[in-house]
């Protein structure tokens, strides 16, 4: 009888929870339209993964927003309801921020896709979260216009790359994209409309987050956790018509270093980038391949723009000085030819050549994360030392990149690494490597973005304890109900 008496019970709580998730489907339904918001298994799977080593979790719903005003009305009822919500466009990253961690709704926002402005003088445009980069990319060339394109796919989001301190193809001249950002519009997780910056003071100005307190620091770099960006005020440039690369390789990682801290300190590159050989192979090998003896070992493109012939022969003229001043000093640097195809990948931005992260692991099986870091440039060199002791030691390829960002003291340092994501030991093997090489670029002073939980839980345990406690007050005071993109920052 007792038995009998518990399958009852359990039958009518699932009943219950049945009869719950069709109230909420049907609300959500009134405010998006019925083939807007779904429960269908189907749908549900096709976002609960990405090509990262996280753990693939279904959310409960799928709702595609098209207004600002339904963005709005969603957040107040989750919030009656207790309804986690996290944002998503296209799906792009490889960090697992879109995967649900505690269920609930994916709100997409792929239809909320207009250029609402675009002044070709002040040089600003106004965006709303589904413009992808193709998109943006072909409204700006109109003018001879541009942005900092992110080695990605064209449909990748400009604004998430944005607020999330995404790189792109200028950041040595202009920094990261978040630098670009001039003013927001922001749906917080209980619902009000805010602004930020000059927009905030004129509804038509848009072009600068100062002298005003910096509040749009509390949406920029926190994984969607503080509020939903339905518009987003980002700075443009001019297309300078000649276009210079130079190209160098050498043997040792130290005298990679010995170049570009050198060529950086003449600010005459749009991007300045090394990569070691295994991430110059386009797919990166997988598993680990030995470099050939007679290859270098890094290979450098400094991409440089310029208005006129002398500009471009003035840049030129710097970087030969470089280059003869770090022969002089005795390292292995070599002037080299770069492939065509893959200067293309550099300058024919958003790049359909490499810009696909799964051009990079054709060899493995579709997964590919990374240790992705901004990290002090002098720390490179030994960093990447372990680090290529730790990825061969997991038979994984170390295919590394290096990028200066504005300015010489820091950058990109990061580990494209692939593997077979059909199989959980291998993809476990990844994971693992990738956060022991997370721990070394922590205890050197690197810090990585887009970070997934697992990356999340190492920056809080050396996080300093009044950080933390600031974190905390910050995010309760603005999702009091902790139903924005929960347990991503790993508090």
Not at 13 to 36: F, M, Q, W
Not at 138 to 153: D, I, Q, S, T
Not at 313 to 340: C, F, L, M, N
Not at 458 to 469: S, V
Request: proline share 7%; charged share 25%; with cysteine.
């Amino acid at each position: 009888m007792k038995a009998k008496k518990e399958i009852k019970k359990g039958k009518a709580v699932k009943a219950v929870r049945t009869d719950k998730k069709e109230r909420i489907l049907k609300e959500l339904k009134s405010i998006v339209g019925e083939k807007n918001a779904t429960t269908d298994q189907h749908i549900l799977y096709a976002y609960s993964y990405d090509m990262s080593f996280v753990t693939p979790k279904l959310p409960d719903y799928v709702v595609i927003v098209h207004t600002v005003e339904e963005v709005q009305r969603i957040l107040k009822f989750a919030n009656k309801e207790k309804i986690p919500v996290v944002p998503y466009t296209s799906g792009t990253n490889i960090g697992g921020l879109c995967i649900p961690e505690r269920g609930g709704m994916i709100l997409d926002f792929k239809k909320m896709n207009k250029i609402i402005k675009l002044d070709p003088e002040a040089l600003y445009a106004v965006i709303e979260p589904g413009v992808s980069h193709g998109q943006l990319a072909e409204a700006l060339y109109k003018y001879n216009l541009r942005f900092g394109w992110p080695v990605g796919p064209p449909s990748a989001s400009v604004a998430s790359c944005a607020i999330c301190h995404g790189i792109g193809h200028m950041n040595a001249r202009y920094g990261l994209n978040s630098q670009e950002i001039t003013s927001m519009e922001v749906v917080l997780p209980t619902g009000e409309l805010v602004r930020v910056g000059s927009c905030a003071i004129n509804p038509d100005a848009w072009h600068s987050c100062l002298p005003m307190p910096q509040m749009d620091g509390l949406f920029k770099g926190w994984l969607g956790s503080t509020g939903i960006v339905t518009k987003l005020g980002i700075a443009v440039h001019h297309i300078p018509p000649i276009l210079k690369i130079f190209t160098v390789s050498c043997d040792h990682v130290d005298d990679m270093y010995s170049y570009m801290l050198n060529l950086s300190n003449y600010e005459i590159c749009d991007d300045l980038t090394a990569v070691s050989w295994w991430l110059s192979q386009v797919p990166i090998p997988y598993p680990y391949k030995p470099k050939p003896d007679d290859a270098p070992e890094w290979f450098s493109y400094a991409t440089t723009f310029s208005f006129t012939e002398k500009e471009k022969e003035a840049r030129t003229e710097i970087w030969e000085k470089v280059v003869d001043e770090e022969k002089k000093k005795g390292t292995s640097i070599q002037v080299t030819h770069y492939p065509e195809e893959a200067l293309k990948a550099r300058t024919q931005l958003p790049s359909q050549i490499v810009g696909s992260t799964k051009n990079y692991c054709k060899m493995a099986g579709g997964g590919i994360s990374w240790p992705g870091t901004f990290t002090p440039a002098n720390r490179w060199a030994p960093i990447y030392k372990e680090w290529k002791k730790i990825m061969i030691g997991h038979n994984l390829s170390p295919s590394v990149r290096m990028s200066m960002y504005r300015g010489v003291h820091y950058g990109m340092l990061r580990a494209m690494t692939p593997f077979n994501k059909q199989s959980a030991k291998e993809t476990e093997n990844a994971r693992q490597a990738i956060v022991e090489c997370l721990k070394v670029d922590l205890d050197n002073g690197g810090m990585p973005y887009k970070p997934p939980v697992d990356f999340a839980m190492e920056i809080n345990k050396r996080a300093h304890p009044g950080y933390l406690m600031l974190m905390k007050r910050l995010k309760k005071f603005l999702d009091p109900n902790d139903i924005m993109n929960p347990g991503k920052l790993g508090i």
